[in-house]
């Protein structure tokens, strides 16, 4: 197998590229286990499909990542066990989520996501695992653009404040 090769699943991964997808799985695995727990306070049907929605693609991030891990020898990180549905009406008033503050922490996770891909490209030297990064990216570019859609329907979005520049006197 040499360090440059024309399959680059061929070509060793480095320790950058194992670190990053170890724990890519290891986020997504908490990840999943609170936005189940967050589903089951979601009271706006449209953000449940979302929270939804996110939950598969962390889970069919997850299978190609363990996959890249098994074969290369590489235990996988320990996994929550899955949160059972609940009823929202069986959650008591001050301890549930509120769908903005769900929202927000979903963008906020997605934020998080889009920078961690973009990172993980830029310290791949495996073409797969940095097209890999590259598809992970755009589908969380994607599910960024419906919650921020979806924010601005509901009315959830808060913009920091605007800046508007000085009328230039005369």
Not at 11 to 25: A, K, N
Not at 122 to 140: L, N, V
Not at 161 to 169: F, I, N, R, S, T
């Amino acid at each position: 197998m040499g360090i440059i090769s024309k399959n680059p699943k061929e070509e060793p991964l480095h320790y950058g590229e194992v670190f990053t997808i170890w724990s890519h799985v290891l986020t997504n695995n908490g990840m999943i286990a609170m936005y189940q727990t967050l589903y089951n306070h979601t009271g706006d049907r449209d953000l449940a499909k979302i929270v939804e929605e996110a939950v598969v693609g962390m889970e069919e991030e997850n299978k190609q990542l363990t996959e890249i891990l098994k074969v290369n020898g590489v235990g996988l990180p320990p996994a929550p066990p899955e949160r059972p549905n609940a009823r929202l009406e069986d959650i008591p008033v001050g301890a549930k989520y509120n769908d903005p503050e769900i929202s927000a922490i979903v963008s906020g996770n997605v934020a998080a996501g889009l920078v961690a891909c973009s990172t993980a490209i830029g310290k791949s030297t495996r073409e797969d695992i940095a097209t890999m990064y590259g598809q992970f990216h755009m589908a969380k570019a994607q599910l960024g653009a419906k919650l921020l859609r979806l924010n601005k329907s509901k009315g959830w979005l808060v913009p920091p404040p605007l800046h508007v520049a000085p009328q230039d006197e005369r």
